[in-house]
């Protein structure tokens, strides 16, 4: 058989993703984190009475500290399961990839096992972040001066 | 290229699992399940290792042996450089034949097993395969604890043991004759649908079995696939009858049967070298041993993946090999 022809007989029986109704999920989770986030940053404006910008620091490392310590805990993949990419996407998603990847290669040792792999997902994260602020940066600069 | 065999059994087999395996539908039929999926170990991959060494042992207590009456140890993995089996033989100390054929090991060990003992090169050979999901998951995709979404086609590693002791004494199950497989590549690149990268090995298998020993598919009380999982079951059963017109009848795959593909979190199925063996040693052997069925057409299914080559944008091969066991009468 053609491969070609394969392909059409293989996708006659490959079941469709629910996309809408994942997508939808991952929407409501994302936004509930980002609602939880805002939440944060007004608690510790108003009570430690700091900048806000201060103070969306302190919710960053909260969300953070919380990824990693349900990853530590062993739930944050069962919660993946269930809420898509609405976990995955937010800085829970980040912190929650190196945690995970830690954890896997502790046994390896600190330097050819957590160091050498704790990036391994998070990497690409890190290097296509920066390369896409550069580039909406200069795209900002080009089409409305800065 | 078929075998036939005329005094070649199995004359008993062991079988061990992980947690999942025990909460499916065929627990009842395993020699015994961990609840962990270290099993008293540091590492997953030492777990494996423990799968082979203790399949292994449960056998010789079994057929009240010493390791020291065996005269082979022919066995495989799916880890890298095929470590489990190599770390379980250095313990044991039984003279090893390592073998790499990804989940269709446990049939190519078989296979090996019963040509050397049907040649009379040995006396008795043993032939064991492992697979841990854990460890398989942290070599082939990602962390564990990440479980990023998966797409449904997706086949869940079993973790398991099992070992079959082969002679030519004429009790337990005859191995009748045997089928290796080709290559084939169908230009599948999606390592989440491995059902659909092994379909096509799977059915050019059968069909050559069925060429070359001039049978018909209806000889068989049952055609058995490793690991093709719920989609690639009824993609094999598409592709045989389209290319080569064969409807499979009694035909049903032991990636499908190990778990509750409805309530446990295993997407398609489940897959790993121990799949097949785990499913046929354990439920199948216990069904023919009742007279129930017969005759048995094992086909395990093997996508001879590699994280590199497939990063590379490069399609993935499969190949499947059939063995043909029959009660003894």
Known sequence: MEKNKYKNLVAKHTPKENILCNGLVAFVVGGLMGVLGQGLIDIYSYFFNISTSDAAMLM??????????????????????????????????????????????????????????????????????????????????IIIGG | MTFKYNNVYINDTSTITGPYESKGPLSKYFDKSYDDL??????????????????????????????????????????????????????????????????????????????????????????????????????????????????????????????AYLSRDKKGIKVESATLGTVVDLGITDVYHMGAVMAPAAAKTIYD??????????????????????YGKDILKDYMQTEYSIELKNYDDCGSMIYDVENQSVY?????????????????????????????????????????????????PAIAHAISLEVVE
């Open chain 1, 60 to 141: 960053i490392v909260t969300l953070v500290f919380l990824g990693c310590f349900l990853t530590c805990l062993g739930f944050f993949d069962k919660l993946v399961h269930f809420t898509r990419c609405g976990l995955i996407l937010p800085i829970t998603g980040f912190a929650h990839a190196m945690m995970s990847a830690a954890l896997e290669y502790r046994k390896e040792g600190f330097i050819t096992g957590i160091g050498a792999n704790m990036f391994k997902l998070a990497g690409s994260v890190i290097i296509f972040g920066v390369v896409s602020a550069y580039v909406f940066g200069l795209l900002r600069l």
């Open chain 2, 38 to 163: 270290y099993f008293g170990t540091k590492t997953w991959e030492l777990a494996e290792v423990k799968l082979i060494e203790e399949s292994i042992d449960i056998l010789l207590n079994k057929l009240e042996i010493t390791k020291f009456d065996i005269d082979v140890l022919i066995s495989g993995d799916l880890l890298n450089q095929i470590v489990a089996t190599n770390y379980a033989a250095s313990s044991l100390g039984i003279p090893l034949i390592g073998i790499y054929g990804a989940c269709s090991t446990s049939v190519l060990g078989l296979i090996i097993a019963s040509n050397m003992v049907e040649a009379k090169q040995v006396k008795n050979a043993v032939a064991s395969t492992s697979s841990h999901n854990n460890a398989a998951e942290k070599q082939f995709r990602y962390p564990v604890e990440y479980g990023g979404p998966k797409r449904k086609t997706t086949t869940f590693t079993s973790t398991g043991g099992a070992s």
């Open chain 2, 209 to 230: 079995h069925l060429r070359e020993t001039k049978r018909e598919v209806g000889y068989y009380d049952l055609i058995l696939t490793g690991d093709l999982g719920i």
């Open chain 2, 268 to 316: 398609a199925g489940a897959s790993g070298p121990a799949c097949a063996p785990l499913v046929t040693y354990g439920y199948i052997f216990d069904q023919m041993k009742k007279k129930d069925i017969r005759r048995v057409l094992l086909v395990a299914t093997g996508a001879l993946m590699n994280t590199t080559m497939v990063n590379n944008k490069n399609t993935i």
